[in-house]
């Protein structure tokens, strides 16, 4: 029997230039007394979370800021985390600032100071027990400063474990964040590189959700066995369709001119909007690739330095990880809904600019057209990676069973190869 | 200074036929042991809030039963409700199954277990004290019966207060339902009049909140100052559309036909997204004008019964009284931003079925043709108003000032007049 339920859940959301000094305001209306603010090094250097613990203050919240969160979080840098928080004694809520690291570790940390057991014991199966919180957790309440993640509307907390080399996550409905306080001031100074890469995350969100496997065409579930995933529904798609209308308007201009309000208040909206839209509905192929593509570019020696990021060594950003792969994912996956794909290279790219031979080709010429407009690599070899990576490649995004569970179609091992391969001259 | 900040919050929700039989797990999953289900004898004899019962006692929840709401609640009904809820002893969830009636009665009975002082100290000024909770109320999950009230999306409990003859409310954000389970098969059983009403409330719940006066258009709030409707939004748009394109493809099919399954779950969906938006950025003409179109039926001695209603006395059902004035205010309304009320009209009447003389007309022509449709009465005549009824309506809806507020003019009674008499023949 199929499925004829689906489900929505969101933070409460307070958005707009200023957002940020209404934080204790509104952390004081959860009942919280002393809160954690969680961010890291370098977004502490901002000043952006002395002052939301400064408005945590003058609201009669007391206020700790602990710069805890690891760009790319792992086990270690989790537990890390939560051992420092521990040692601060009594707080009742956590307020991330700072990107999708900070938001996760706040998660976590919410998770561990309420919840019996192990970190390890929460991580999704097979690399961890994935056990549900038998308690409440702490209020998050999510302050992003980059335009992407979507961290802020979904109930998951990414990480890296270290021993088994492989990043999953811990997934409840219980670590969304209460409230998101989205304040597009605070991406100002988001450097053009950051925000050509996350703005393709959040465009990525927003396609994948889109043409994600509709949710009544999975099996009929039972209430205990719904997750916060339940594929492409109506909530999902509207919030995914607003999203790709507000990018096609913004996106170019934001990375050109970081100082552009107008377009940086769209960024704001659209990648929120778009965590909405994923955060119910669920990403698949582009993000299953984008595993392996972040996580192998140590093992093949590639020496890429992404523009915009402050690294020491070979580094892939997420969105850009995700975008690599996006063009021929969305031309495997145009036959199970040619009319989706069309619509969306439509809100992409409204006045028809972008042409293509055959309506298969569209929604990936538009995605490269962006792609080539904003700097992204011209494929996966300009970060490092050759034909004989390939396999390892398609290794790694088959153990991301979870996300291609969401894919409209059956993806096989064969499909990954041929979007790997065709990803990796883009131009 | 103008306003920057807009704020948004919705229920979480579960949406499909057979989501009524997965309450109980998630009433338990609130960590609920005790569940009150408050309903009206009329829901109550579908069988319906019995059903909800079942659900939560598999899953562990113990339930009781009220018939304790009453069609258009007083500040007695609620007293009443909420005395017959303190009698059962300790409860730690309340679960709505009915239309707005019922789940404002939730609302109160949810408020007045939890926390101290009198149900009028609670009510909105100048009426009753105007007290915001001191302490979190019970949660309420919202199980509605009719497609229309969109109450389970929103802050208010709206009331009738006997001994001050005017109909008023209680808002604050803790009374909005944490979850709304939208089952469509439990409106199957609506008759085709009610479901005309409630669907022009659906239908200017949309309108109204897609043409309200824009978020940045109010001055600037302080954090303390701000309430759960903000005025027209990016968000509150987003929702009010996609319902009227909802409603352009179901409404007359469901009222025609009441077993059309995928025109009920077309018009359920509509109603929460409507709920959803203005659950956030408020109403104005049409709903102050529906306060003493309802509420002036007795003192102006009609006999209008009105169709598919089993009622021993005159009644203007509410979603028919907002419908009366609509398309004379969306006429007023149309100066403060024509190309909103001409998008509006296109999203109704796709085809450009309906023509007009001038483009301020379109929208009532819409309207008004809809309404004929439906079997909507004429105008105000037909439920006995006349022109001598114009002073008395004209000051009724002039008391509504905080929905008039959110009008996106200053709306002054001259303004209310010409649309009260207009609406006396609309054909």
Same mark, same amino acid.
């Given at each position: 029997?199929?499925?004829?339920?689906?489900?929505?859940?969101?933070?409460?959301?307070?958005?707009?230039?200023?957002?940020?000094?209404?934080?204790?305001?509104?952390?004081?209306?959860?009942?919280?007394?002393?809160?954690?603010?969680?961010?890291?090094?370098?977004?502490?250097?901002?000043? =952006?979370?002395?002052?939301?613990?400064?408005?945590?203050?003058?609201?009669?919240?007391?206020?700790?800021?602990?710069?805890?969160?690891?760009?790319?979080?792992?086990?270690?840098?989790?537990?890390?985390?939560?051992?420092?928080?521990?040692?601060?004694?009594?707080?009742?809520?956590?307020?991330?600032?700072?990107?999708?690291?900070?938001?996760?570790?706040?998660?976590?940390?919410?998770?561990?100071?309420?919840?019996?057991?192990?970190?390890?014991?929460?991580?999704?199966?097979?690399?961890?027990?994935?056990?549900?919180?038998?308690?409440?957790?702490?209020?998050?309440?999510?302050?992003?400063?980059?335009?992407?993640?979507?961290?802020?509307?979904?109930?998951?907390?990414?990480?890296?474990?270290?021993?088994?080399?492989?990043?999953?996550?811990?997934? =409840?409905?219980?670590?969304?964040?209460?409230?998101?306080?989205?304040?597009?001031?605070?991406?100002?100074?988001?450097?053009?590189?950051?925000?050509?890469?996350?703005?393709?995350?959040?465009?990525?969100?927003?396609?994948?959700? %889109?043409?994600?496997?509709?949710?009544?065409?999975?099996?009929?579930?039972?209430?205990?066995?719904?997750?916060?995933?339940?594929?492409?529904?109506?909530?999902?798609?509207? %919030?995914?369709?607003?999203?790709?209308?507000?990018?096609?308007?913004?996106?170019?201009?934001?990375?050109?001119?970081?100082?552009?309000?107008?377009?940086?208040?769209?960024?704001?909206?659209?990648?929120?909007?778009?965590?909405?839209?994923?955060?119910?509905?669920?990403?698949?192929?582009?993000?299953?690739?984008?595993?392996?593509?972040?996580?192998?570019? =140590?093992?093949?020696?590639?020496?890429?330095?992404?523009?915009?990021?402050?690294?020491?060594?070979?580094?892939?950003?997420?969105?850009?990880?995700?975008?690599?792969?996006?063009?021929?994912?969305?031309?495997?996956?145009?036959?199970?809904?040619?009319?989706? =794909?069309?619509?969306?290279?439509?809100?992409?790219?409204?006045?028809?600019?972008?042409?293509?031979?055959?309506?298969?080709?569209?929604?990936?010429?538009?995605?490269?057209?962006?792609?080539?407009?904003?700097?992204?690599?011209?494929?996966?070899?300009?970060?490092?990676?050759?034909?004989?990576?390939?396999?390892?490649?398609?290794?790694?995004?088959?153990?991301?069973?979870?996300?291609?569970?969401?894919?409209?179609?059956?993806?096989?091992?064969?499909?990954?190869?041929?979007?790997?391969?065709?990803?990796?001259?883009? %131009?």
């Amino acid at each position: 029997m199929s499925e004829t339920v689906f489900t929505y859940a969101a933070p409460a959301l307070k958005y707009g230039p200023g957002a940020l000094d209404e934080l204790g305001h509104d952390v004081a209306g959860l009942g919280a007394t002393r809160a954690l603010v969680v961010t890291d090094p370098g977004v502490l250097a901002t000043g =952006h979370p002395e002052r939301a613990a400064q408005s945590l203050r003058a609201a009669g919240v007391e206020a700790v800021v602990h710069d805890s969160a690891r760009v790319e979080p792992t086990d270690a840098s989790l537990l890390a985390a939560v051992e420092r928080a521990r040692a601060e004694g009594t707080v009742d809520a956590v307020v991330a600032v700072g990107g999708g690291s900070s938001i996760d570790t706040a998660k976590a940390v919410s998770l561990m100071l309420t919840n019996p057991g192990e970190l390890m014991d929460y991580v999704n199966r097979p690399v961890g027990g994935g056990q549900a919180p038998s308690r409440p957790v702490l209020p998050v309440v999510a302050v992003p400063t980059t335009t992407g993640t979507g961290s802020e509307s979904t109930t998951i907390c990414v990480l890296d474990v270290l021993q088994a080399q492989v990043k999953t996550g811990i997934s =409840h409905a219980r670590l969304r964040p209460v409230l998101a306080v989205v304040d597009p001031e605070l991406t100002l100074s988001q450097p053009a590189g950051v925000t050509a890469a996350a703005g393709m995350d959040i465009l990525c969100h927003a396609l994948e959700s %889109w043409t994600a496997r509709p949710y009544s065409m999975f099996a009929a579930k039972q209430a205990h066995e719904r997750v916060p995933y339940c594929g492409a529904n109506p909530i999902a798609d509207m %919030w995914s369709e607003r999203s790709l209308r507000l990018l096609a308007g913004s996106f170019r201009r934001a990375v050109a001119n970081g100082s552009d309000r107008e377009a940086r208040g769209q960024m704001a909206l659209a990648a929120t909007f778009a965590g909405l839209g994923f955060g119910n509905a669920g990403v698949h192929v582009p993000h299953a690739d984008a595993y392996p593509v972040a996580g192998r570019v =140590h093992d093949i020696g590639s020496d890429f330095r992404p523009a915009g990021y402050d690294v020491d060594e070979a580094m892939v950003p997420h969105g850009m990880a995700v975008a690599l792969t996006a063009p021929a994912a969305f031309a495997l996956t145009f036959d199970a809904d040619p009319q989706r =794909h069309l619509a969306a290279a439509g809100w992409l790219d409204p006045t028809g600019e972008v042409t293509a031979d055959e309506p298969s080709a569209r929604l990936p010429a538009v995605l490269t057209a962006l792609m080539r407009d904003i700097g992204m690599p011209s494929g996966l070899a300009e970060v490092g990676y050759g034909e004989a990576d390939l396999d390892g490649l398609v290794e790694g995004a088959l153990q991301q069973q979870r996300l291609l569970a969401t894919a409209p179609l059956e993806v096989t091992g064969e499909h990954l190869r041929g979007v790997f391969a065709a990803s990796l001259h883009l %131009w």
